[in-house]
Protein backbone atom coordinates (compact mmCIF):
# COMPACT_ATOMS: atom_id res chain seq x y z
CA UNK A 1 0.00 0.00 0.00
CA UNK A 2 1.13 3.31 -0.55
CA UNK A 3 1.69 5.96 1.50
CA UNK A 4 -1.03 8.47 -0.32
CA UNK A 5 -3.64 5.20 -0.54
CA UNK A 6 -3.08 5.07 3.27
CA UNK A 7 -3.80 8.46 4.19
CA UNK A 8 -6.69 8.68 1.87
CA UNK A 9 -7.94 5.35 3.52
CA UNK A 10 -7.38 6.70 6.95
CA UNK A 11 -8.87 10.01 6.46
CA UNK A 12 -12.11 7.85 4.84
CA UNK A 13 -12.37 5.68 8.17
CA UNK A 14 -12.08 8.69 10.29
CA UNK A 15 -15.43 10.22 8.75
CA UNK A 16 -14.87 13.56 9.96
CA UNK A 17 -17.67 16.32 9.75
CA UNK A 18 -18.61 17.91 7.57
CA UNK A 19 -18.43 21.69 9.48
CA UNK A 20 -14.80 20.69 10.36
CA UNK A 21 -14.11 20.16 6.70
CA UNK A 22 -15.16 24.11 5.82
CA UNK A 23 -12.57 25.62 7.22
CA UNK A 24 -8.94 25.97 7.18
CA UNK A 25 -6.12 26.46 9.65
CA UNK A 26 -5.73 29.86 11.01
CA UNK A 27 -3.23 31.66 8.75
CA UNK A 28 -1.23 33.15 11.02
CA UNK A 29 -0.56 30.66 13.14
CA UNK A 30 0.80 28.53 10.58
CA UNK A 31 3.24 31.21 9.92
CA UNK A 32 3.97 31.27 13.85
CA UNK A 33 4.38 27.57 13.14
CA UNK A 34 6.59 27.92 10.26
CA UNK A 35 8.65 30.49 12.21
CA UNK A 36 9.19 28.27 14.76
CA UNK A 37 10.23 25.25 13.01
CA UNK A 38 13.43 27.09 11.62
CA UNK A 39 14.57 28.64 15.24
CA UNK A 40 14.24 25.23 16.35
CA UNK A 41 17.08 25.06 13.61
CA UNK A 42 19.20 27.85 15.09
CA UNK A 43 18.04 29.92 12.59
CA UNK A 44 17.44 33.55 13.25
CA UNK A 45 14.19 34.77 12.00
CA UNK A 46 12.91 38.31 11.87
CA UNK A 47 9.38 38.07 12.80
CA UNK A 48 6.97 40.49 11.66
CA UNK A 49 4.13 37.63 11.46
CA UNK A 50 2.61 37.14 15.42
CA UNK A 51 0.05 39.85 16.10
CA UNK A 52 0.85 40.17 19.55
CA UNK A 53 2.32 43.12 21.56
CA UNK A 54 6.29 43.51 22.54
CA UNK A 55 5.46 45.05 26.03
CA UNK A 56 5.28 43.30 28.89
CA UNK A 57 1.65 42.88 30.87
CA UNK A 58 1.81 45.81 33.35
CA UNK A 59 3.24 45.20 36.49
CA UNK A 60 -0.06 45.90 38.55
CA UNK A 61 -1.88 43.27 36.18
CA UNK A 62 0.51 40.55 37.15
CA UNK A 63 0.50 41.45 40.82
CA UNK A 64 -3.47 41.27 40.78
CA UNK A 65 -2.65 37.46 39.10
CA UNK A 66 0.14 36.72 41.91
CA UNK A 67 -2.23 37.70 44.64
CA UNK A 68 -5.68 35.77 43.47
CA UNK A 69 -3.22 32.73 43.21
CA UNK A 70 -2.08 33.38 46.85
CA UNK A 71 -5.24 34.49 48.66
CA UNK A 72 -6.77 30.72 46.54
CA UNK A 73 -8.90 32.60 43.95
CA UNK A 74 -8.45 29.34 41.84
CA UNK A 75 -11.80 27.46 41.25
CA UNK A 76 -14.60 27.44 38.80
CA UNK A 77 -16.33 30.71 38.62
CA UNK A 78 -19.82 31.84 37.29
CA UNK A 79 -19.65 30.55 33.21
CA UNK A 80 -20.06 34.53 32.20
CA UNK A 81 -17.16 35.92 34.40
CA UNK A 82 -17.32 37.12 38.09
CA UNK A 83 -20.22 39.98 39.47
CA UNK A 84 -16.93 41.68 39.60
CA UNK A 85 -15.20 41.30 36.00
CA UNK A 86 -18.15 41.96 34.08
CA UNK A 87 -18.95 45.19 36.35
CA UNK A 88 -15.91 46.51 35.67
CA UNK A 89 -16.04 45.58 32.06
CA UNK A 90 -19.46 47.90 31.39
CA UNK A 91 -17.83 50.30 33.98
CA UNK A 92 -14.73 50.87 31.79
CA UNK A 93 -16.84 50.99 28.18
CA UNK A 94 -19.19 53.16 29.91
CA UNK A 95 -16.31 55.62 31.31
CA UNK A 96 -14.78 55.81 27.93
CA UNK A 97 -17.17 55.60 25.21
CA UNK A 98 -20.26 56.68 26.75
CA UNK A 99 -22.70 53.37 26.36
CA UNK A 100 -25.08 51.99 28.51
CA UNK A 101 -24.18 48.21 29.35
CA UNK A 102 -25.81 46.12 32.38
CA UNK A 103 -24.10 43.09 33.79
CA UNK A 104 -26.59 41.03 31.97
CA UNK A 105 -25.68 42.34 28.66
CA UNK A 106 -21.71 41.23 29.03
CA UNK A 107 -19.78 37.96 29.02
CA UNK A 108 -15.92 37.11 29.40
CA UNK A 109 -14.80 34.94 27.57
CA UNK A 110 -11.20 32.89 26.97
CA UNK A 111 -9.94 35.91 24.34
CA UNK A 112 -11.37 37.95 21.76
CA UNK A 113 -11.39 35.08 19.41
CA UNK A 114 -13.83 33.17 21.80
CA UNK A 115 -16.24 35.77 22.15
CA UNK A 116 -16.23 36.52 18.16
CA UNK A 117 -16.87 32.59 17.56
CA UNK A 118 -19.65 32.31 20.33
CA UNK A 119 -21.24 35.74 19.09
CA UNK A 120 -21.51 33.88 15.23
CA UNK A 121 -22.28 30.61 16.48
CA UNK A 122 -25.78 31.50 18.35
CA UNK A 123 -26.80 34.26 15.45
CA UNK A 124 -25.78 32.70 12.39
CA UNK A 125 -27.42 29.47 10.95
CA UNK A 126 -27.67 27.22 7.92
CA UNK A 127 -28.08 29.75 4.50
CA UNK A 128 -27.33 32.60 6.39
CA UNK A 129 -25.48 35.58 4.73
CA UNK A 130 -22.90 37.88 6.53
CA UNK A 131 -21.21 40.86 5.17
CA UNK A 132 -17.68 41.13 5.56
CA UNK A 133 -15.37 44.07 4.57
CA UNK A 134 -12.16 42.72 2.87
CA UNK A 135 -9.46 42.70 3.59
CA UNK A 136 -11.06 40.49 6.96
CA UNK A 137 -9.11 39.58 9.51
CA UNK A 138 -8.52 35.50 9.42
CA UNK A 139 -10.70 34.04 11.31
CA UNK A 140 -13.85 35.48 10.91
CA UNK A 141 -14.38 33.57 7.26
CA UNK A 142 -13.76 30.08 8.90
CA UNK A 143 -16.15 30.95 11.63
CA UNK A 144 -19.07 32.17 9.42
CA UNK A 145 -18.73 28.49 7.41
CA UNK A 146 -18.38 26.16 10.52
CA UNK A 147 -21.93 28.38 11.78
CA UNK A 148 -23.16 27.04 8.28
CA UNK A 149 -23.00 30.38 6.96
CA UNK A 150 -22.25 32.20 3.56
CA UNK A 151 -19.83 35.28 3.58
CA UNK A 152 -20.80 38.51 1.43
CA UNK A 153 -17.60 40.07 0.61
CA UNK A 154 -17.40 43.97 0.68
CA UNK A 155 -14.53 44.56 -1.76
CA UNK A 156 -12.70 48.14 -0.92
CA UNK A 157 -10.51 50.08 -2.60
CA UNK A 158 -7.05 50.56 -1.17
CA UNK A 159 -6.42 53.96 -2.61
CA UNK A 160 -9.85 54.97 -0.34
CA UNK A 161 -7.91 53.67 2.93
CA UNK A 162 -10.22 50.49 2.45
CA UNK A 163 -13.32 52.80 3.47
CA UNK A 164 -16.43 51.08 3.93
CA UNK A 165 -19.80 53.12 3.69
CA UNK A 166 -23.52 52.48 4.42
CA UNK A 167 -23.68 52.86 0.93
CA UNK A 168 -20.74 49.76 -0.21
CA UNK A 169 -22.73 48.04 2.35
CA UNK A 170 -26.31 48.46 1.53
CA UNK A 171 -25.52 47.11 -2.31
CA UNK A 172 -25.19 43.80 -0.78
CA UNK A 173 -27.90 43.34 1.55
CA UNK A 174 -30.56 40.88 0.90
CA UNK A 175 -33.37 38.93 2.68
CA UNK A 176 -30.73 36.56 3.80
CA UNK A 177 -28.21 39.14 5.44
CA UNK A 178 -28.34 38.26 8.94
CA UNK A 179 -24.89 40.05 10.14
CA UNK A 180 -22.69 42.94 9.19
CA UNK A 181 -19.27 42.90 10.19
CA UNK A 182 -16.98 45.72 11.32
CA UNK A 183 -13.69 45.66 12.20
CA UNK A 184 -12.23 49.42 13.44
CA UNK A 185 -9.07 49.60 13.78
CA UNK A 186 -8.94 46.77 11.23
CA UNK A 187 -6.60 43.55 11.76
CA UNK A 188 -4.37 43.58 8.87
CA UNK A 189 -5.21 47.02 7.23
CA UNK A 190 -4.96 49.39 10.38
CA UNK A 191 -7.43 51.30 8.40
CA UNK A 192 -9.45 53.06 10.97
CA UNK A 193 -13.66 53.65 10.30
CA UNK A 194 -14.82 57.16 11.16
CA UNK A 195 -17.59 58.10 13.42
CA UNK A 196 -20.13 59.07 10.68
CA UNK A 197 -19.60 55.78 8.36
CA UNK A 198 -19.70 53.30 11.57
CA UNK A 199 -22.79 55.66 12.19
CA UNK A 200 -24.68 55.42 9.13
CA UNK A 201 -24.18 51.56 8.90
CA UNK A 202 -25.58 50.75 12.45
CA UNK A 203 -28.48 53.03 11.44
CA UNK A 204 -28.72 51.11 7.98
CA UNK A 205 -28.42 47.58 9.41
CA UNK A 206 -30.93 48.77 12.59
CA UNK A 207 -33.74 49.67 9.95
CA UNK A 208 -33.54 46.40 8.23
CA UNK A 209 -33.29 44.53 11.32
CA UNK A 210 -29.72 43.03 10.82
CA UNK A 211 -27.05 42.65 13.32
CA UNK A 212 -23.90 44.05 13.44
CA UNK A 213 -21.08 42.72 14.94
CA UNK A 214 -18.44 45.15 15.62
CA UNK A 215 -14.92 43.73 16.48
CA UNK A 216 -13.13 46.16 18.51
CA UNK A 217 -10.21 44.76 19.68
CA UNK A 218 -8.07 47.22 18.77
CA UNK A 219 -9.89 50.14 19.83
CA UNK A 220 -7.93 51.44 22.46
CA UNK A 221 -5.12 51.58 19.40
CA UNK A 222 -6.31 53.80 17.38
CA UNK A 223 -4.41 56.79 16.41
CA UNK A 224 -6.77 59.82 15.84
CA UNK A 225 -7.53 62.10 18.63
CA UNK A 226 -11.01 60.31 19.31
CA UNK A 227 -11.53 56.53 20.05
CA UNK A 228 -14.88 55.77 18.89
CA UNK A 229 -16.98 52.50 19.26
CA UNK A 230 -20.50 51.89 18.32
CA UNK A 231 -21.52 50.89 21.73
CA UNK A 232 -21.93 54.71 22.41
CA UNK A 233 -25.26 54.58 19.75
CA UNK A 234 -27.03 53.35 22.48
CA UNK A 235 -30.47 53.86 20.56
CA UNK A 236 -29.00 51.06 18.19
CA UNK A 237 -28.03 48.74 20.95
CA UNK A 238 -30.88 46.21 20.79
CA UNK A 239 -29.21 44.81 17.14
CA UNK A 240 -25.41 45.36 17.95
CA UNK A 241 -22.46 43.42 19.22
CA UNK A 242 -19.78 44.69 20.37
CA UNK A 243 -16.45 42.66 21.03
CA UNK A 244 -13.60 43.04 22.66
CA UNK A 245 -10.27 41.98 24.33
CA UNK A 246 -7.55 42.65 26.83
CA UNK A 247 -4.74 41.48 24.72
CA UNK A 248 -3.99 44.14 23.04
CA UNK A 249 -4.56 47.04 24.96
CA UNK A 250 -2.90 45.33 28.00
CA UNK A 251 -0.51 43.31 26.32
CA UNK A 252 -2.10 40.52 28.03
CA UNK A 253 -1.87 37.84 24.91
CA UNK A 254 -1.32 34.73 26.65
CA UNK A 255 -3.85 35.96 29.46
CA UNK A 256 -6.83 34.64 27.42
CA UNK A 257 -9.48 37.32 28.56
CA UNK A 258 -12.07 39.10 26.17
CA UNK A 259 -15.76 39.91 26.03
CA UNK A 260 -18.99 40.84 24.65
CA UNK A 261 -21.48 43.02 25.04
CA UNK A 262 -24.83 43.02 23.66
CA UNK A 263 -28.19 42.18 24.41
CA UNK A 264 -28.94 39.90 27.28
CA UNK A 265 -30.68 37.72 25.27
CA UNK A 266 -27.31 36.91 23.36
CA UNK A 267 -24.94 37.08 26.14
CA UNK A 268 -27.19 34.42 28.01
CA UNK A 269 -27.23 32.46 24.50
CA UNK A 270 -23.52 33.14 24.14
CA UNK A 271 -23.07 31.74 28.12
CA UNK A 272 -25.21 28.33 27.48
CA UNK A 273 -22.81 27.70 24.57
CA UNK A 274 -19.60 28.51 26.58
CA UNK A 275 -21.28 26.45 29.50
CA UNK A 276 -20.78 23.22 27.09
CA UNK A 277 -17.52 24.46 25.73
CA UNK A 278 -14.82 26.19 27.87
CA UNK A 279 -16.52 26.90 30.88
CA UNK A 280 -15.72 30.13 32.78
CA UNK A 281 -12.43 32.43 31.63
CA UNK A 282 -9.20 31.25 33.95
CA UNK A 283 -10.32 32.64 37.57
CA UNK A 284 -6.32 34.28 38.17
CA UNK A 285 -7.00 35.99 34.56
CA UNK A 286 -10.26 37.16 35.89
CA UNK A 287 -8.73 38.83 38.56
CA UNK A 288 -5.73 40.67 36.48
CA UNK A 289 -8.54 41.91 34.12
CA UNK A 290 -10.23 43.40 36.77
CA UNK A 291 -7.05 45.26 37.90
CA UNK A 292 -6.36 46.55 34.53
CA UNK A 293 -9.77 47.87 33.86
CA UNK A 294 -10.01 49.55 37.15
CA UNK A 295 -6.57 50.53 37.48
CA UNK A 296 -5.09 53.62 35.59
CA UNK A 297 -5.12 53.59 32.41
CA UNK A 298 -1.24 55.68 31.71
CA UNK A 299 0.03 52.44 30.33
CA UNK A 300 -2.91 52.18 27.45
CA UNK A 301 -1.81 55.43 26.32
CA UNK A 302 2.30 54.54 26.70
CA UNK A 303 2.10 52.00 24.29
CA UNK A 304 -0.41 53.95 21.57
CA UNK A 305 2.05 56.35 22.06
CA UNK A 306 5.17 54.03 21.44
CA UNK A 307 3.10 52.10 18.43
CA UNK A 308 2.58 55.48 16.63
CA UNK A 309 6.36 56.07 16.82
CA UNK A 310 7.04 52.56 15.18
CA UNK A 311 4.18 52.70 12.78
CA UNK A 312 5.51 55.95 11.47
CA UNK A 313 8.94 54.29 11.03
CA UNK A 314 8.19 50.94 9.31
CA UNK A 315 5.94 52.62 6.77
CA UNK A 316 8.76 54.74 5.67
CA UNK A 317 10.77 52.15 5.66
CA UNK A 318 8.64 49.80 3.60
CA UNK A 319 7.93 52.93 1.39
CA UNK A 320 11.29 53.58 0.61
CA UNK A 321 12.06 49.88 -1.34
CA UNK A 322 11.61 50.01 -4.68
CA UNK A 323 8.04 48.28 -6.00
CA UNK A 324 6.92 48.54 -2.44
CA UNK A 325 3.54 50.93 -1.75
CA UNK A 326 2.04 50.80 1.83
CA UNK A 327 -1.54 52.96 2.98
CA UNK A 328 -0.32 54.57 6.15
CA UNK A 329 -2.58 52.58 9.05
CA UNK A 330 -4.46 54.45 11.23
CA UNK A 331 -4.87 52.37 14.13
CA UNK A 332 -3.75 48.75 15.40
CA UNK A 333 -0.44 47.54 14.78
CA UNK A 334 -0.20 46.07 11.48
CA UNK A 335 0.73 47.37 7.83
CA UNK A 336 -0.09 45.79 4.66
CA UNK A 337 2.39 46.62 1.63
CA UNK A 338 1.16 46.12 -1.57
CA UNK A 339 3.77 43.96 -3.38
CA UNK A 340 1.84 43.26 -6.71
CA UNK A 341 4.85 44.40 -8.65
CA UNK A 342 6.58 41.65 -7.43
CA UNK A 343 4.45 38.91 -8.82
CA UNK A 344 5.19 37.23 -12.03
CA UNK A 345 9.11 37.65 -10.76
CA UNK A 346 11.54 34.61 -10.32
CA UNK A 347 7.89 32.11 -10.53
CA UNK A 348 5.85 34.05 -7.94
CA UNK A 349 2.61 33.81 -8.49
CA UNK A 350 0.94 35.03 -5.69
CA UNK A 351 1.54 36.42 -1.86
CA UNK A 352 1.82 33.21 -0.60
CA UNK A 353 4.75 32.39 -2.50
CA UNK A 354 5.99 35.82 -1.80
CA UNK A 355 5.73 35.13 1.82
CA UNK A 356 6.97 31.80 1.82
CA UNK A 357 10.44 32.37 -0.17
CA UNK A 358 10.37 35.18 2.30
CA UNK A 359 10.48 33.52 5.56
CA UNK A 360 12.98 30.15 4.07
CA UNK A 361 15.36 32.92 2.39
CA UNK A 362 15.35 36.19 3.61
CA UNK A 363 14.09 34.44 7.19
CA UNK A 364 11.74 37.22 7.45
CA UNK A 365 8.12 35.78 8.80
CA UNK A 366 5.26 37.42 7.27
CA UNK A 367 1.56 36.90 6.72
CA UNK A 368 0.39 36.57 3.27
CA UNK A 369 -3.11 38.37 1.88
CA UNK A 370 -4.72 35.55 0.76
CA UNK A 371 -6.04 34.76 4.02
CA UNK A 372 -7.28 38.19 4.47
CA UNK A 373 -8.70 38.15 1.16
CA UNK A 374 -6.56 39.89 -1.22
CA UNK A 375 -3.69 38.25 -3.17
CA UNK A 376 -1.09 41.08 -3.58
CA UNK A 377 -0.36 42.18 0.23
CA UNK A 378 1.44 40.93 3.21
CA UNK A 379 0.47 41.83 6.72
CA UNK A 380 3.73 42.51 8.84
CA UNK A 381 3.57 43.49 12.55
CA UNK A 382 5.40 46.05 13.64
CA UNK A 383 4.89 45.33 17.40
CA UNK A 384 8.37 44.75 17.92
CA UNK A 385 11.50 46.80 18.62
CA UNK A 386 12.73 49.90 15.91
CA UNK A 387 15.96 47.66 16.03
CA UNK A 388 14.04 44.75 14.88
CA UNK A 389 12.30 46.32 12.43
CA UNK A 390 15.53 47.47 10.72
CA UNK A 391 16.83 44.24 10.94
CA UNK A 392 13.54 42.76 9.23
CA UNK A 393 13.30 45.54 6.45
CA UNK A 394 17.28 45.16 5.15
CA UNK A 395 16.46 41.96 5.06
CA UNK A 396 13.19 42.06 2.93
CA UNK A 397 15.13 44.96 0.59
CA UNK A 398 17.95 42.34 -0.22
CA UNK A 399 15.75 39.99 -0.88
CA UNK A 400 13.03 41.85 -3.16
CA UNK A 401 15.98 43.82 -4.93
CA UNK A 402 17.13 40.25 -5.85
CA UNK A 403 14.02 39.08 -7.96
Known sequence: MTMASFTRETTEALRLTDRINRIEPSATMMVVAEADKLRSQGIDVVDFGAGEPHFATPPHIKEAAIAAIQSNFTKYTAVAGTAELRDAIAHRHNVDFDSDYRREEVIASVGGKHAIFNALQVLV?????????????????????????????????????????????????????????????????????????????????????????????????????????????????????????????????????????????????MAKLQSQSTSNPTSIAQKAAIAALKGGQDCVEQMRREYIRLRDHVVEGLRSIPGVTCTLPEGAFYAYPNILSFLGRSGLKSASDLAGRLLREAHVATVPGEGFGTNDHIRISYATSKAELDRGLERMRKFLAAL
Not at 228 to 235: A, K, M, Q, T, Y
Open 125 to 269: DHGDEVILPVPYWVSFKDIVRYAGGNCVLLATDESQGFRVTAEMVGRLITPRTKVIVLNSPSNPTGAVMNAEDMTEVVRLAHQRGIWVLSDECYVYLNYGKQKFSVGSLREFKERMLVLGSLSKTYAMTGWRLGYALAPAAVTSA
